[in-house]
């Protein structure tokens, strides 16, 4: 069945330093991919997606590209601040009408 | 527009007690999801419908949960009776066309069953 693995956490960060949360998967066919991410309190919000091989999705600085060859989606964002200490979610979507989360990677930037 | 809304945000009650979390989609969207989340297991989708219908409800634990979806702007996820195990935050979505349209979140009900 379709899978996601992603980067343990947590993962602690100075401000304005580089950040890349690993995201691979398992699927048959061409899913969609997405990143979600979960601020303290809340629901989880679409941050970017991907719908077919070497797209890229970006939004708020964030940016992931859609690797078909390595099957991986990895989250990137060059400049992080604390305003970005948040859950992250890694998720796909086989054309089906459910997603496939992974486990969250808990991102902590601090001052 | 409004988002998805839940109530309540919190819920504390004795183990044995019924419970209902009640979720609004979006206007529009035809699908409804409920997701537990918990520190042990994570995200987990417990139940998806679709145009009011249910779908899927694989991930539902066990009978003691039950999902309903009278109308297009209206769903329940009822536990009766609860246990201390099903102290987790429930999330509701929903989304339009299936997955390939992002679902939309809900704050979320924090329960707490003592």
């Known amino acids: 069945g379709d899978s996601v693995t992603q980067m343990e956490g947590p993962v602690t960060l100075s401000e304005e330093a580089c950040l890349t949360i690993?995201?691979?998967?398992?699927?048959?066919?061409?899913?969609?991919l997405f990143w979600y991410v979960q601020y303290p309190g809340e629901g989880l919000q679409l941050l970017l997606k991907?719908?077919?091989?070497?797209d890229k999705g970006s939004n708020k600085g964030f940016e992931a590209t859609y690797r078909k060859e390595t099957t991986s989606f990895h989250l990137e964002k060059g400049s992080v601040q604390v305003s970005d200490s948040a859950v992250y979610f890694c998720a796909l979507s086989d054309g089906g009408s459910r997603l496939t989360f992974g486990e969250g990677t808990q991102l902590t930037v601090n001052p | 527009d409004a988002g998805v809304i839940q109530s309540p945000r919190h819920e504390v009650t004795e183990m044995g007690q019924e419970v209902t979390l009640r979720c609004k989609p979006i206007s529009g969207h035809d699908y409804l999801f409920w997701y537990r989340q918990t520190m042990m297991r994570g995200l987990e989708l417990l139940i998806y419908f679709n145009n009011n219908v249910p779908i899927d409800d694989s991930g539902m634990p066990e009978d003691r949960f039950s999902a309903k979806m009278p109308n297009a702007s209206f769903s329940t996820l009822k536990i009766q009776p609860s246990e201390p195990r099903d102290s987790a935050v429930y999330f509701c979505?929903?989304?339009?066309?299936?997955?390939?349209?992002?679902?939309?979140f809900g704050d979320g009900t924090r329960l707490s069953i003592l």
């Open positions: 991907a719908t077919k091989a070497d």
């Open positions: 979505a929903s989304s339009l066309a299936g997955v390939r349209g992002p679902q939309h």
């Open positions: 690993n995201c691979t998967y398992t699927a048959t066919g061409y899913p969609s």
